[in-house]
Nanobody, 121 residues
């Protein structure tokens, strides 16, 4: 089995920074794309940032220039460095990874449990 474990959320003032981490654990054969999504109650889940297994990155326009996604393949970890945070960044942030588990068929998407990020003064 594969699971994603997130950490790093919390309360921060506008203009502040937070760093989210997500480590994939379990019987991992290979990890392909990884990413961070966010969701507010009553709103659709949106992709914040993604990174491929070749380190190509993508960002939603709202965070371009403020957030940086990175990954450490040796440790099956993806990070999201969030700078210049705004109140509208407040949401539950969820880690996503496309993983081919050992001795299990094709790759599939896995999700973390989510970590709350609140930007408020």
């Amino acid at each position: 089995q594969v699971r994603l474990v997130e950490s790093g959320g919390g309360l921060v003032q506008p203009g502040g920074s937070l760093r989210l981490s997500c480590v994939a654990k379990g019987s991992i054969g290979r990890i392909y794309d990884m990413g961070w999504y966010r969701q507010d109650p009553g709103k659709q889940r949106e992709l914040v940032a993604g990174i491929s297994d070749t380190f190509a990155t993508t960002y939603t326009d709202a965070v371009q220039g403020r957030f940086i996604i990175s990954r450490d393949n040796a440790n099956n970890t993806v990070y999201l460095q969030m700078n210049s945070l705004k109140p509208e960044d407040t949401a539950v942030y969820l880690c996503n990874a496309r993983v081919r588990a050992v001795k299990v068929g094709p790759a599939r998407d896995y999700w973390g449990q989510g970590t709350q990020v609140t930007v408020s003064s």
